[in-house]
């Protein structure tokens, strides 16, 4: 299908296989420093049942993040994650200024395939850390956070576990970006909770969080949590480490 939102002062960029992503040109860019912000939301089959809700939690913690104090500083990508796309991955726009976003463009989620994990966490990941040190090496000052948001454990992916492990380790030595937090957030997983949990722990991401079930109720509090904890990662920048009030849960 057609992009919804037109990638102009776009630019692609290549990372290992054949996975892509877009980001602003960084000529275009108004600010010295950003933090980089990745939502990457499961499309696979399961969530067919609360595909609505979890469009409005994405179009929420986007939207929300435009009253940070430090929204100007924010630059964001979004990302759906089914095997039914190429590399697992379907960039719905790349990192640009929130001011050049308009959350109600967003499309639905349309669930279909399997779950491939690794493909979303390889994807958000390393396309931060490419373009993290593309700002870096035109001195800019950077820093990032990541949000993974699925039903499921790893079924499908094109990305191995060393490749994502990898490039985690990569974003928290503080060469390309001052900091990265990542977040593996659980929605209806009471029967693979333990399986993220271990997934989370071998990639090496920052923490795994279970926030229950899909009501609206229960998404909504994870668009709030994305909005709080983007804010205070961006409010850390400059600070030389990661921020210290990210929650423990939703």
Known sequence: MPRLITPEGMQNHKLGGNFTFTAKRIEHLGATEYTLVTIATDESGSVSGFM????????????????????????????????????????IHGFKPLAEIDPAQYPMPNPGGWTPLCDAVYSAIGAMNKYGKELYDRDYLANGIVFIITDGGENASV?????????????VTGEILESMISILIGVNVDRCKDILDEFSREAGITQFIDAGDASAKNLAKIANFVSRSVSSQSQSLGTGGPSQQIAATI
């Open 159 to 171: 990305a191995t576990m060393p490749m994502v492990k990898t490039e985690l380790a990569k974003s």
């Open 52 to 91: 609505d809700q979890l469009l409005a939690m994405v179009q929420e913690s986007v939207g929300s993040c435009k009253s940070s104090p430090r929204s100007d500083n924010l630059l964001v990508r979004v990302l759906y994650f089914s095997d039914k796309h190429p590399n697992g991955v379907k960039e």
